[in-house]
């Protein structure tokens, strides 16, 4: 049961996701809701699992908080069932907090290992929705998730199910909900934040990840040294790798561009993308606070709903290229 919102939701039953089913209309005439909803609130209020015997029909109702790492409760897994019987093993559901103001996540344990990442190295804070898009595969629903990431709004509800090649080479099948909303932070302010959690479903047999057309049209098009990305044409903050995460500089949060690039070589891509392609030399932030000179490649490209991002190509500058940059000392400075 997902309890961000006004009433609880039903956002899995078992490994199956539903998508943000009222309690009410999930369980319909079943003559437990009442004590099911009390459980819910009461395990919302205490933050600990409780155990209670509904007063109709003696049975009991189990429930385990959902927490994400700051304390809020991102949902209530509940069992009700016969008073002798335990529940069976519960799927554990993996909450992630994502600052869209701030271009910044914070994942937990239980996230990492259901998306199928080592949680001993992936950084808990600080991410980029990027960190989180699997890279090197397409899914039907992500264009409607990468298009919400540039068109920002809370009151949103998402659901969805992903079949992916995780980062340890496994195919995977992972269940995803979140919420938008308006939270007031540390500092006082109020910033858009998603909520969310992940959830492994089930895969029967021995699936293969779906290759279609859009996957071989992009795979035909990889060339070593060159990083391909879906952005955000408002920020430049990249969104989705669709090959490895370029390694060259600091793509993580808001991508600040050199302050002598904003007016004249960005404004001149801008412009040139409202018609087609662009190109240039652009100075992005280093891993260590330099400015890092790449070649960088957009075209606009259609997400969902009329929503445009960015296709983007990134690689290192050639010498002759960097001798021709039009800012002053491009040609000294290390590539």
């Known amino acids: 049961m997902e309890t961000l919102g006004d009433q609880p939701m039903v956002v899995a039953q078992g490994r199956q996701m539903k998508n943000f089913v009222p309690l009410a209309v999930f369980l319909r005439r079943n003559p437990n809701l009442a004590a099911i909803q009390s459980a819910i609130a009461d395990t919302v209020t205490s933050a600990t699992g409780l155990a209670s015997i509904t007063p109709k029909t003696n049975r009991v109702i189990r429930t385990e908080p959902v927490a994400m790492s700051d304390g809020r409760i991102h949902a209530v897994h509940i069992w009700c069932g016969p008073s002798d019987e335990e529940p069976p093993e519960r799927p554990i559901p993996g909450p992630l907090k994502f600052d869209v103001t701030l271009a910044e996540g914070t994942g937990t344990v239980e996230y990492f290992v259901n998306a199928g990442m080592d949680a001993a190295t992936e950084p808990t804070t600080g991410r980029a929705l990027a960190d989180d898009m699997p890279n090197r595969s397409l899914n039907a629903d992500e264009a409607k998730a990468l298009s919400w990431s540039i068109d920002t709004a809370p009151g949103r509800t998402y659901s969805t199910t992903w079949d992916f090649t995780d980062k340890q080479g496994t195919f995977r099948r992972v269940g995803w909900c979140a919420r938008t909303m308006m939270e007031t932070v540390e500092d006082g302010t109020e910033h858009l934040i ?105 075209s606009r490209v259609e997400l969902d709903g009329g929503i445009t991002g960015g296709l983007v190509s990134v690689r290192l500058p050639t010498a002759d290229e960097l001798g021709t940059a039009s800012w002053a000392g491009a040609g000294q400075i290390n590539s």
Request: net charge negative; hydrophobic share 40%; aromatic share 6%.
């Open 194 to 298: 998603a909520r969310a959690m992940n959830l492994v479903e089930e895969v029967s047999g021995a699936p293969q990840p779906k290759v279609n057309l859009a996957h071989r049209i992009l795979d035909g098009m990889s060339h070593p040294g060159v990083h391909r990305a879906i952005i955000d044409l408002n920020t430049w903050t990249p969104l989705k790798w669709i090959d490895d995460p370029c390694p060259y500089f600091n793509w993580r949060g808001r991508v600040q561009l050199h302050p002598e690039d904003l007016g004249g070589i960005a404004g001149r891509m801008r412009e040139e993308l409202t018609s087609g392609t662009t190109s240039a030399i652009l100075r992005l932030p280093g891993h260590d606070s330099d400015w890092i000179p790449l070649h960088v490649t957009i």
